[in-house]
């Protein structure tokens, strides 16, 4: 497999195909989102308590799924690091008195168990979306 076939090397998935949102859902954010000059953004998951996060890869044909994020300060913190001890978040970062742990999405059913550990039962509605990375806009 050369370069032409795989231009996103180590994205995930389609959205679409995860079923953490449905078909319609992920064509409508694909569209808002494709023609920005965005590159990775995360969608902000609806939760009582804790910062949910899906991070995903703006592709050309999709949006490609990067990692579930959860984020927890305070008291909360103490809840996101039990959910680190689980075999679905692999990362871990410390910030202040914040904790963040991360669920790569490979394997892809890997996505599905972190959520439904901070309770979240798909398919999700994303309330909104906040630029990780862009492509250089300045120039």
Same mark, same amino acid.
């Given at each position: 497999? *050369?370069?032409? !076939? ?5 994205? *995930?998935?389609?959205?679409?195909? %995860? ?5 319609? %859902? ?9 023609? %920005?000059?965005?590159?990775i ?7 009582? !308590? ?9 592709g ?5 799924v ?7 300060? *305070?008291?909360r ?12 978040? %692999? ?24 959520l439904?550990?901070? *309770?979240?039962? &798909?398919?999700?509605? &994303?309330?909104a ?9 300045d120039?």
């Amino acid at each position: 497999m *050369g370069d032409a !076939e795989e231009p996103t090397p180590r994205v *995930g998935p389609c959205l679409e195909d %995860t079923a953490i949102v449905d078909e319609s %859902t992920s064509i409508n954010l694909h569209a808002l989102l494709e023609p %920005t000059e965005y590159n990775i953004v995360d969608l902000l998951i609806p939760h009582n !308590e804790l910062e949910v996060v899906l991070r995903v890869f703006i592709g050309l044909r999709c949006l490609h799924v990067l990692e579930v994020r959860v984020r927890g300060c *305070g008291e909360r913190a103490e809840v996101v690091k039990k959910l680190y001890e689980k075999p679905e978040f %692999t990362s871990i970062v410390l910030e202040s008195n914040c904790i963040e742990v991360a669920a790569p999405w490979d394997p892809p059913l890997r996505l599905l168990g972190a959520l439904r550990l901070v *309770g979240i039962e &798909p398919p999700i509605e &994303p309330i909104a979306y906040r630029v990780v990375d862009r492509f250089a806009l300045d120039r």
